[in-house]
């Protein structure tokens, strides 16, 4: 297993790319505790893994939820060998004109600061211990965007750049920090991210910008993100993975 003996947190895990990686790391034998503002729901995925999760509910935009977190998580397994910042938001897709400030702030604040109270907050604990991993859930609407979606794009072109420069700062911790930029995937936000419903013929336009002819799922997302996890790739840092089916090409 190629994540045994091992400690995780995750981010947004009660559904969608988070619950896909809580699963594939518990399965390669990590400890994972799984975390959402969903609670109920962080319950039902740490309740269906069994005895190497935990639930903890929470807002990743807030420090003392974030800091509990972390607390929980060093207590489960003693030490926190990773963190997957997943949780995301997107406003709907529309003209960037209509984007309300309270729209604006909420994309920014779960995408981006997020990322800024997370490393708060464990970075100390990973110094601490010698190191640790950070991958952070990009997009790859921070690389190539669409219109309609300029402010989410924006936040996750920081995730994708913030990603960069933590590995070069904290690597001589010993903290590698990764980043994972999927392409749409069928997930909750689907129909926010397409701006109109959910029908074959609408999906087919989506489709029709990718190469390998589907959206991401959450085992290509999980996937992606145990292979940075593992100590098989000790030596990357700084890297942002497109799992995008060629998107951007």
Known sequence: MRLKGKTALVTG???????????TFAREGAKV????LNGDGAQTV???????????QGD??????????????VAFGGRIDIIINNAGWTHKNKPLMEVTDEEFDRVFDINVK???????EAVPQLR??????MINIGSTAGIRP??????????????????????????????????????????ALLEQFMGMPDTPENRAKFLSTIPLG?????KDIANACLYLASDEAEFITGVVFEVDGGRTI
């Open 13 to 23: 895990a009660a559904s969608g790319f988070g619950k896909g990686i809580a699963e």
């Open 128 to 133: 601490q211990q010698g190191g640790g991993v």
């Open 46 to 56: 740490a309740g269906a893994i069994g005895a190497s999760a935990r639930a903890v």
């Open 214 to 218: 589907r959206m991401s799922e959450p």
């Open 33 to 36: 505790v799984v975390m959402d």
């Open 114 to 120: 997020s990322i800024y109270l997370m490393t708060q």
């Open 60 to 73: 990743v935009t807030s420090r003392t939820d974030i800091a509990r977190a972390v607390k929980e998580t």
């Open 146 to 187: 669409r219109p309609g979606l300029t402010w989410y794009n924006g936040s996750k072109g920081a995730v994708n750049l913030m990603s960069r420069s933590m590995a070069a700062e904290l690597a001589p911790d010993k903290i590698r920090v990764n980043c994972v930029a999927p392409v749409i995937g069928a997930t």
